[in-house]
């Protein structure tokens, strides 16, 4: 299929992501089909400027947006992840899923989907931090818990619900992949009152929020002796859409699977 003709929708149509996606999927001679928004009215959409071309059709439910689509875009709240992974399987629609904070269950609901259908799943769409992901894999084998400590930072904007965010921790899984050490346990939430002293080989995480910042992220491997830091900064959400997109035109034809941007990008 080319992907000139690819039929996309869009679950997450009103939100910051879906609608920075409407434009990159027409940017890049895709079709928007359809999208998934609960209370257009309540939203104050105006279907003219979200699809600046061609009818879109505003559907009730996951079933009728993937009947209608070649592959599903998804940024929206973890309390869909499951019932989206079981419309998904059953359509046989290929999901690019952008959407964080997911617990066990539902990601064991996502690789479930993913024995039946292509999934893309990425905490963080940009190629600069699928490139930071594989960054703090080599740095964490290279520079050893024993020596140096490792801090996760993230900031974004005030409206974002999850902490910390996905990619923060997606640092954390590839910093405990290269220190060979399951991440569950070296993963240390925030700090408060007399948690005690930092334990060797723990992972930190500090979430921050305010105004309208789009992402940061920084790892910090500090010693007694030296710091080394490695930061990703996106400036606009068209970064996070171009990537989704991009996973949406290479989805098409894939077996089924569990994929991510590396995959993505040819980096594996
Ligand atoms: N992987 C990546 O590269 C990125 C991931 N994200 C993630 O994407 C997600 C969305 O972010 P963002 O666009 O900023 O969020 P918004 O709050 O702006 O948008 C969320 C969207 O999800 C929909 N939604 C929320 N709850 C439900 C529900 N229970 N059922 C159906 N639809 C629902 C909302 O639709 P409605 O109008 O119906 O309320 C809205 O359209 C977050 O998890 C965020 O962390 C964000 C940026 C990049
Ligand atoms: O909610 C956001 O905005 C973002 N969420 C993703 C995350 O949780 O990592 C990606 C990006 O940082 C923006």
Redesign the pocket.
Known sequence: MSSHSLRVGI????????QMLVRSVLDAGCRVTGG????PGE?GLSMNELTREGAITLCADMTQLATMSDVVID??????VIPHAEALKDTGTPWIL????LSETDQKAVAVAAQSIPVVQ?????AGVTLVLRLAREMGAALSAERFDAEIVEMHHR????AP??TALAIGEAVAKGRDVTFADVRTPAREGQCGARKTGEIGFAALRGGQIV?EHTVLFTSATEQIALSHRAFD?RV?AD??VQAAEWSAGKTAGLYNMEDVLGLT
Do not use: E, P, Y
Request: net charge positive.
């Open positions: 679950a997450g149509l009103s939100g910051r992501m879906g998934i928004c609960r209370d939203n940024f929206t709240h973890v309390s869909t952008g959407t964080t904070g990425a905490a963080n769409f940009s409206q974002k619900v999850d965010s996905g992402g959400r996070f990537g989704a």
